[in-house]
């Protein structure tokens, strides 16, 4: 407000003044006085409606806003004095182990529970002691005792999937994708040490001692791989022994420092390898630490210096066998092992072979530098009806009709000595009439010529 306002206000207005000027501008808003002393408190104001009343039942008490259950003697009472709640509350009595609570890690509480029906835990269960599952099973049915499900998108499309799962015949079933992707699924371990390993993504199986031949880039698809430090790279693979190693596709290596390198190849033993050929089969006893390797595809190789036995009936007493630094076949032959003989007519078998065609051949599909001489199986099955076909040519038949025919041979050359024998002496005989006619003749002339 202006002074002359105020002088206005008052009463005390100058007269005869001349007019005043315009009001000046307003200053500035001072400071905020102290404040003053709080004044006195005022009356208490009138009481309010009532609060709605409650009411419970007998056997409940409510004293200040709080429910109690009432016990005591009698049938009035629901609790009676002797019941162990009143002296085991259930309030969260650190040490109670009547009842579990509520802790942080690190804070065990010693306590037992006892649950029937179904539960779920949506977080962590831990256990630093034993785990067990005991159930009893009502019938014959086999059914899960332990089922371990996933719900993933990572890689895969999961929802509620069993992973594992054991079942009240002790059956064990692990499962898994195999080769979703490249990114699901890393070997469950890595690196030197002992496992038993299964890993879904590629289907393969580990168990035994590795160093770097477990490790994902080492492991084929549907591959299988035990022992020590065995490789299995190659799909459906099988590596099995001491630094064995299977890194073809189908490839099986089993034994000591062996190696499988060719598709569907075999090598088992010691120290022998099939060398980049397919379809190969070696074996190696234990004779030499060189490591020998067959020589062509598809071809079958033994090393066994300790012979190689071939037995063809259960009790061990008919085969082959090829012994320890020898090149020939040594089979069966026991006369024991033998019945039902019967003579061969000599003469009539050296019949039967002079009218069979004997010609030089060559295996169909062998090396044309190679010929062979001999019968065909068609022709000596018919002349002689030895051996379980017309197909093939039993050693031991062959040999058989060729002794025979040696012996029939030489039945006819004793015959024919003999029969020279007699024509010798015939001969003789003859020479001796001879000198004997021409004594006599001389004799006979000389007579005749006398006077």
Request: with cysteine; proline share 6%.
């Amino acid at each position: 407000m202006s002074a002359k306002t105020w002088l206005v206000a008052l009463g005390l207005a100058a007269v005869g003044l001349g007019c005043s000027g315009d009001d000046g501008a307003t200053g500035a808003q001072g400071l905020q006085g102290n404040q003053g002393t709080p004044g006195p408190q005022g009356e208490r104001g009138p009481a309010g409606p009532p609060g709605p009343s409650w009411q419970v039942g007998p056997g409940l008490a409510l004293n200040n806003n709080v429910l109690n259950l009432r016990f005591g003697d009698g049938a009035e009472y629901p609790v009676s004095n002797n019941d162990l709640r009143l002296s085991n509350a259930r309030e969260p009595l650190p040490g109670s182990g009547s009842y579990i609570q509520n802790h942080t890690i690190g804070e065990a509480q010693p306590a037992s529970f006892f649950i029937s029906g179904t539960g779920t835990i949506k977080d962590t269960l831990t256990t630093n002691a034993n785990l067990a599952v005991d159930t009893e099973s009502p019938d014959a049915t086999i059914r899960p005792l332990l089922k371990i499900m996933n719900t993933t998108t990572a890689g895969v499309s999961w929802d509620k999937f069993p992973v594992l799962t054991v079942d009240s015949a002790g059956g064990l079933l692990a499962r898994g994708e195999a080769a979703p992707g490249p990114d699901f699924g890393l070997p469950p371990f890595e690196g030197r040490g002992v496992r038993l390993m299964w890993w879904p993504r590629k289907g393969a199986f580990r168990a035994g001692f590795a160093d770097t031949q477990w490790s994902g880039a080492n492991i084929g698809l549907y591959s299988w791989a035990g022992g020590y430090q065995t490789t299995a790279s190659g799909r459906n693979s099988f590596a099995m022994g001491t630094t064995s190693s299977a890194t073809a596709d189908g490839a099986i290596a089993m034994g000591t420092n062996v190696t499988a390198s060719s598709a569907s190849s075999v090598a088992m033993g010691y120290s022998v390898s099939t060398k980049n050929h397919p379809g190969s089969f070696i074996w190696g006893d234990q004779s030499s630490a060189t490591v020998h390797s067959v020589e062509a595809p598809n071809q079958f190789f033994v090393r066994a210096t300790g012979g190689i036995l071939f037995r063809t009936s259960a009790d061990l007493t008919k085969g082959c066998s090829l012994y320890t630094n020898s090149a020939d076949f040594a089979c069966t032959s026991d006369r024991n092992q033998k019945y039902d003989f019967r003579q061969v007519d000599g003469e009539a078998l050296l019949d039967k072979v002079a009218g069979m065609p004997v010609n030089t051949w060559r295996y169909k599909g062998e090396d044309t530098a190679v010929r062979h001489m001999g019968p065909v199986a068609q022709d000596f099955h018919a002349a002689f009806g030895l051996g379980p076909d017309n197909k093939s040519i039993g050693l031991l038949d062959i040999s058989g009709v060729n002794l025979a025919a040696i012996q029939a041979l030489e039945v006819r050359t004793r015959e024919l000595r003999e029969k020279s024998a007699e024509v010798d002496a015939l001969k003789s005989e003859m020479a001796e009439l001879k000198r004997t006619m021409a004594r006599l003749e001389a004799a006979v002339l000389a007579k005749d010529a006398r006077p």
